[in-house]
């Protein structure tokens, strides 16, 4: 049954989880909408509490409940140990539930795997990935969902030091990452970022287009200085 | 506290609790319930008597709110004092009782009220601390150990269980001190006495805290000096002083002290 909601997750539209320094970046894949369809109702971003959030692929229905659920485990966790969860912990959380629906009567598992992304009360960053089996697992970089495979290649090609040492970078690589498998660029894709000690941000599609200009910008850089150690 | 409006019905019963103790000597009931009323009707650190057992006139249940408990917090962590005295009317049941509750090497609770409440949610307080330390990977806030217990005896609130207990430790946001009872109440603060020799003690523990910087020495003679004015003056309260010392690193058990030695001691330096 879980390999059932694994292929459930293969269909689903990508997203890509960046941990920074300093900064934590998370990006998904936006459908296109249809004509008369209303854009921003369909949000693939949702905070779990001010300090951690998290992306999902999958079967969207299912992953309101575990949204749900964990949203008010957040709120549960901060009444009876007066502290706010580590990204671990609503992580663990998470997977120990889904893992309980692999193993009852009559009840199938969730078809979503999430990138949890937050910083701890000390400040460090944290990425987890969850699947609907219940493990879970911390990652410097990982993407799930349609062309995940693509995009961990290219992270794990290109997520270097350098490459994180700065928010922007971060959240440029996250960006390139994305370009990789999405069709039309900018639009298609949503970004949200938290920062140590600040809540979500969601970038405009403004700040989005500027970025992927200078990617492309870059890249043509590149490919010129490529050219020119080619014919010297 | 509204709450405690409604409550006051309540408490009104304790009073029959007299009729109930009639084995022992009649005169003593008024001293006892006179342990009630500390602070004016609201939250009341002496323990208030549960009329829970209607076991008649052989009560065989020691209550320790004859007794006097304190803990404080200062620059170095927090002072745990306590007497060893139990009674039962006019009875001393035993001067040797342990009062402080070791619940894990960095965790302290003290004991008034019903022992075996006490030291029962106690020792089911420290297995749920263990089990946070192993799920988590690190150790548990006294804010939560605290917020665990009082919980746990939440449900059980009106059912008769008698517990006053002040749970001591250090965390990594410091140190930490919390007085929980079976009312419900759970409070934070950096002083609490508990127990029929309650006031003796804040007294004395009141004028010494005036100079904020106490060394560990200074603290420890502070609270050795209160529990021991509390037992010179409280019928209920003697024994032997029991003194921790909470730190970074953990409790550690710095004194046990038989209360006539220091009536000598102190006397001796009075001269």
């Not at chain 1, 909408?33 to 999958?58: N, P, S, Y």
């Not at chain 1, 912990?89 to 998470?94: A, E, G, N, S």
């Not at chain 1, 944290?126 to 349609?146: C, M, V």
């Not at chain 1, 938290?194 to 599609?205: F, M």
Request: hydrophobic share 35%; charged share 25%; with cysteine.
């Amino acid at each position: 049954m879980v390999e059932y909601a694994q292929e459930a997750v293969k269909k689903g539209s990508t997203a890509v989880g960046i941990r920074g320094k300093d900064i934590v970046v998370l990006g998904v894949e936006k459908k296109s909408v249809a004509k008369l369809q209303e854009e921003r109702t369909v949000r693939k971003i949702c905070t779990l509490d001010d300090h951690v959030c998290m992306a999902f692929a999958g079967l969207t229905a299912d992953a309101r409940i575990v949204i749900n659920r964990a949203r008010v485990e957040c709120q549960s966790h901060r009444l009876t140990v007066e502290d706010p969860v580590t990204v671990e912990y609503i992580t663990r959380h998470i997977a120990t539930l889904k893992q309980r629906y692999t193993q009852s009567n009559g009840r199938r598992p969730f078809g979503i795997s999430a990138l949890i992304v937050g910083f701890d009360c000390d400040g460090t960053p944290r990425l987890y990935q969850t699947d609907p089996s219940g493990t879970y697992h911390a990652w410097k970089a990982n993407a799930i969902g349609r062309s995940a495979k693509t995009v961990r290649e290219f992270l794990e090609k290109n997520y270097t030091d350098e490459a994180i040492a700065t928010d922007n970078e971060s959240i440029k690589l996250a960006i390139k990452a994305l370009l990789e498998v999405v069709q039309s660029g900018g639009k298609n894709i949503e970004l949200a970022v938290i920062r140590r000690n600040q809540p979500l941000k969601l970038l405009e599609s403004k700040e989005i287009e500027t970025l992927v200009t200078e990617i492309e910008k870059e890249k043509e850089d590149e490919a010129e200085k490529k050219k020119q150690k080619k014919s010297t | 506290m509204a709450l405690a409006s409604v409550l006051q019905s309540e408490s009104v019963d304790f009073s029959n609790y007299g009729r109930q103790r009639h084995g022992f000597a009649s005169g003593l009931y008024e001293a006892e319930l006179g342990l009630e009323s500390v602070g004016g009707d609201r939250l009341s650190f002496a323990l208030s008597t549960s009329c829970s057992n209607e076991d008649g006139p052989d009560r065989k249940i020691e209550f320790l709110h004859g007794t006097t408990t304190l803990a404080f917090k200062f620059q170095h962590g927090v002072i745990v004092a306590v007497d060893s005295r139990a009674t039962a009317g006019s009875y001393i049941a035993s001067q040797t009782v342990k009062k402080v509750i070791e619940i894990n090497p960095y965790l302290l609770g003290t004991m008034a009220g019903g022992a075996a409440d006490c030291s029962f949610w106690e020792r089911l307080l420290a297995r749920q601390c263990r089990v946070y330390e192993l799920r988590n990977k690190e150790r548990i806030s006294v804010a939560a150990a605290s917020k665990l217990l009082a919980n746990m005896v939440y449900q059980y609130k009106g059912m008769g269980l008698s517990m006053g207990t002040m749970v001591c430790g250090w965390d990594k946001t410091g140190p930490g001190l919390y007085y929980v009872d079976s009312e419900g109440n759970r409070v934070c603060g950096d002083l609490f006495a508990v127990g029929s020799g309650s006031m003796y003690a804040y007294g004395i523990v009141d004028s010494g805290l005036k100079q904020k910087d106490l060394t560990v020495e200074e603290a420890c003679d502070l609270g050795r000096r209160a529990i021991y004015q509390a037992t010179y003056r409280d019928a209920y309260s003697g024994g032997q002083v029991n003194l921790y010392h909470v730190h970074s690193e953990g409790w550690t058990r710095v004194s046990q002290s038989d209360v006539l030695m220091l009536h000598q001691q102190y006397q001796a330096e009075k001269a």
